[in-house]
């Protein structure tokens, strides 16, 4: 008989918890979701960690958002593994920066209807100590600078993203510019380290190892609050960054939202979109994060159409 | 390098943003922790619905390989969430087998992966429950003319107390995995839709840190906790009862 007392008390607890924890949870509900219209469609959307580190496309949603009833929905992955979203239909729009795996994912036809929306610089950033002394030079000779240095002196790191992205396919391509086997390099030391994480979260490591790392300008920009560590190489043809966006092929998968993709792609390309990348984060930042790529594709070696024509 | 006290300063900055934000109603930890919670409890609702009678079809169930089985369930208990998350991960996404019912990065999904988190523990820790249930509690019940079903009730009844506890602790380690909710939620916040968002507690806190954003990962560690907390005086009422 005592047993059941407590017994009943227990549950009296237990559901005292469960209205309170649930209540928590619809009050989260109610205060935070405005009245959804039932038309209102989800983009479904994999990208860089270098673009949406920077919050710019939290920002483009939200304006997007509203005026095409549209909720997009972000994932953030490496390019490698944005794109291997896409091949299996599990994405919408994949946006990424990776030139030569774009080319490819398009010739298999995984994607259509790629278009060039915004670029900046890669940069080479590490300690203000320097210690390999690459300040100034280009990438390539801070590369091989640093792999010659790094053989004798234990404090010069390299901090890799490791994990595929369009920032590490752009450092191996750095490497062999530089005239080394990547993996070569990979195998050389404990110099050479591997993050296998996203760009803000590698720049961090960075940052505790004061080692040298290649980061997109955005990201870096957006995180310099928290890091110690400075640009030291900045300029070059072989540091151009660059943005682009593309559908998954409908044909292959049908669930894709092909209408909405466009919107979106096309938006991005408005003189509207493309003044909304330029200004991002330049109150904040006092810099430029992003540049909008519709009047430069000389510079971004691409076709005119790519950064100007919509998507039919 | 900084001195110890100088290296105190940032973090205690951040519990005073944290608690700031905790204060205020953070309309997005609120989101975040709602979310959590409505998953979690939805994985260990449909886990008991099918953990409980399970369990008692093995715990008083004679058949072949029945001590196999109970070892391989207790093996489970230390499932790892990453390998839950791949498996699932592979199932669910548009070429796998069950592609077509658009789960992967939605929080069906994700209950799916917590699901299947929690069954070998509610299902092992109710074999448990019941096994030891005294056997002359059992031999009256039986004794007293009781059918099948009656036994099976009167013995749930005996071994309550124990079963609860077993949901607590299922309850506890689901809503405190992160990498299952990782691969097949995408950590997305979705901020025009509460119902498509897969953003929760864990997998915040990992992103939030990776971004440099400590005080709302100090905020959301700290609900975390509190969670941890009430469903730790849950079992211990349950077992002082």
């Known amino acids: ?312 | 390098m900084a001195g110890f006290l100088e290296g105190l300063s940032p973090i205690w900055q951040g519990l005073q943003q944290a608690f700031n934000l905790l204060i205020s109603l953070d309309p997005q930890i609120l989101r975040i922790t709602a979310l959590s919670l409505i998953i979690t409890m939805s994985a260990v609702l449909i886990g008991s619905l099918i953990s409980i009678p399970l369990g008692s079809v093995i715990a008083y169930g004679k058949f072949r390989g029945r001590n196999a089985l109970i070892w391989l369930i207790q093996t489970l208990y230390a499932f790892p969430t990453v390998v839950i998350g791949l498996i699932v991960f592979l199932f669910i996404r548009k070429t796998g087998p069950f592609g077509s019912l658009n789960l992967l990065f939605t929080p069906q999904g994700m209950i799916i992966g917590q699901t299947v988190l929690v069954l070998p523990i509610i299902t092992g820790l109710t074999i448990s429950a019941l096994v030891a249930v005294d056997l002359t509690i059992r031999d009256t019940i039986t004794s007293l003319g009781a059918t099948r079903l009656q036994f099976l009730i009167s013995a749930l009844k005996e071994a309550r107390f124990a079963i609860l506890a077993a949901i607590a602790l299922a309850f506890g380690r689901a809503i405190s995995e992160v990498g299952a909710a990782i691969i097949i939620g995408g950590n997305i916040a979705s901020p025009g839709n509460f119902y498509t968002s897969t953003r929760t507690l864990t997998t915040a806190i990992t992103l939030e840190t990776g971004k440099g954003d400590i005080a709302l990962s100090i905020a959301l560690g700290i609900i975390l906790l509190l969670i941890a907390l009430v469903i730790n005086i849950v079992i211990s009422i349950v077992q002082n009862r």
Request: glycine share 8%.
């Open chain 1, 1 to 312: 008989m005592l047993e059941r007392m407590n017994f009943k008390k227990t549950l009296f607890v237990l559901s005292i918890v469960v209205i309170v924890l649930t209540g928590i949870a619809f009050s989260g509900c109610t205060t935070t979701t405005p009245p959804t219209t039932p038309q209102k469609q989800d983009l479904l959307i994999a990208t860089t960690t270098s673009l949406y580190d920077t919050g710019l496309l939290d920002y483009l949603g939200g304006i997007f958002g509203p005026e095409y009833n549209a909720n997009l929905r972000i994932t953030a992955k490496g390019t490698g593994q944005a794109l291997e979203l896409g091949q299996n239909g599990d994405v919408d729009v994949v946006m990424v920066h990776d030139r030569a795996r774009e080319d490819t994912f398009l010739q298999n036809g995984y994607g259509v209807d790629r278009r060039v929306f915004a670029y900046n610089y890669f940069i080479v950033v590490g300690p203000p100590s320097d210690p390999a002394s690459v300040k100034g030079m280009t990438a390539t000779q801070a590369f091989d600078t640093i792999y010659k240095k790094a053989q004798t002196d234990p404090k010069t790191i390299f901090v890799s993203r490791g994990d595929a992205s369009g920032t590490h396919a752009r450092e191996q391509l750095l490497w062999k510019n530089a005239g080394y086997n990547y993996s070569n390099i990979r195998a050389s030391g404990s110099w050479y380290v591997e993050s296998g994480t996203g760009m803000g979260a590698t720049l961090l490591i960075a940052e505790e190892k004061d080692a040298y790392t290649l980061s997109d300008v955005g990201t870096f920009l957006a995180y310099e609050g928290n890091l110690t560590l400075v640009p030291l190489v900045d300029k070059g043809d072989d540091l151009l960054n660059v943005y682009s966006a593309m559908i998954i092929n409908p044909a292959k998968f049908p669930d894709t939202k092909v209408q909405l993709s466009k919107d979106w792609i096309n938006w991005l390309m408005t003189p509207k979109g493309q003044d909304l990348i330029a200004n991002y984060g330049v109150d904040k930042y006092g810099q430029q994060l992003f540049y909008p790529a519709r009047d430069n594709w000389e510079l971004l070696g691409v076709t005119q159409a790519e950064t100007q024509t919509p998507i039919p």
